[in-house]
Structures are given as structure tokens and as C-alpha cells.
């Protein structure tokens, strides 16, 4: 049974080295009673510790932040909690960072133009076990279906 069927709060940890985009992040997602924001990061490496500390179902995750990039933090995140979701947020679309995020073990990739309208849609879906990625990485994800 899902956080959301039992009445239990998603538990977010959100990972963005720029604190307006944080809190606006934060403000986003706890305007829906089904959310709780748990901790906040600024850097991959505080990324890590909060999640052995808080033990968040989803994890917002930036691609590019200082000491170590999102993209490593959730490679060292899955390896010691394989449950956790991460959901990677970026302002490229580029090929490359989609694939590498998802055979990092990503479950969704978000485009921060998409934020306002999805992210708390994103959210709620890998809770679920599903996976997202924005409208606009779309054609990236069915490329790499073909090959």
C-alpha cells in the first residue's frame, strides 16, 4: 500500500545548492497535504548524509550543484538505500545527462521550465513506484527506446 492510499506523507528531501529555488521548491510541495519536505541540501555531498539521517521516500535532485553533482550523489544515495526515489531536476535536456541519470538509477527526470505545473505530479508518481520524466525530454526517452 502506497504513503498516499494509507494517509501516510510522501517524505521529500530536496537537493538544490541555490536557496530561493529551494524554498520556492519547498513552497511548491507543501502546498499539497500529501507532501512533507524533511530536509534540504546544498551540495551533493550534504545530499548523502541528510538521506542516511532522514530517510526520504523521494529525493529532488539537481544535476549540477557544488562538491559533487547530482548525478553522483544519486549513484552513492542508491548504493546504500536502493528504495529511495530520486527525481533528477535540470535545465538541459541533453541526451546524455537523461540516459546517465536513469542507469544511475534515477526514476525521474525533470526540466526546471516544468517545475510550476509538475512537480508535485512527479513526485507523487515515483512514490508510486512509477517513473517521470517532463514533456520536454519526451523525444529523448523514445530515442533510446529504438536503439
Do not use: W
Not at 1 to 17: H, N, P, Y
Not at 79 to 89: G, Y
Not at 116 to 135: I, W
Amino acid at each position: 500500500m502506497s504513503a498516499i492510499e494509507t494517509g501516510k506523507k510522501i517524505r521529500v528531501l530536496l537537493a538544490e545548492d541555490h536557496t530561493l529555488v529551494r524554498q520556492g521548491f519547498r513552497r511548491l510541495l507543501e502546498d499539497d497535504a500529501t507532501v512533507v519536505v524533511v530536509g534540504e541540501a546544498r551540495t551533493g555531498l550534504e545530499a548523502i548524509e541528510q538521506c542516511k539521517a532522514l530517510k526520504p521516500e523521494v529525493v529532488v535532485m539537481d544535476l549540477s550543484m557544488p562538491d559533487l553533482g547530482g548525478l553522483e550523489a544519486t549513484a552513492e544515495i542508491l548504493k546504500a538505500d536502493p528504495t529511495v526515489k530520486i527525481l533528477i531536476l535540470s535545465m538541459y535536456s541533453n541526451e546524455a545527462y537523461i540516459r546517465k541519470a536513469f542507469e544511475l538509477g534515477a526514476k525521474g527526470y525533470m526540466l526546471k521550465n516544468a517545475i510550476e505545473v509538475d512537480l508535485n505530479r512527479a513526485v507523487k508518481a515515483l512514490a508510486e513506484g512509477e517513473a517521470y520524466f517532463s514533456p520536454g525530454i519526451s523525444h529523448v526517452v523514445l530515442e533510446s527506446l529504438k536503439a
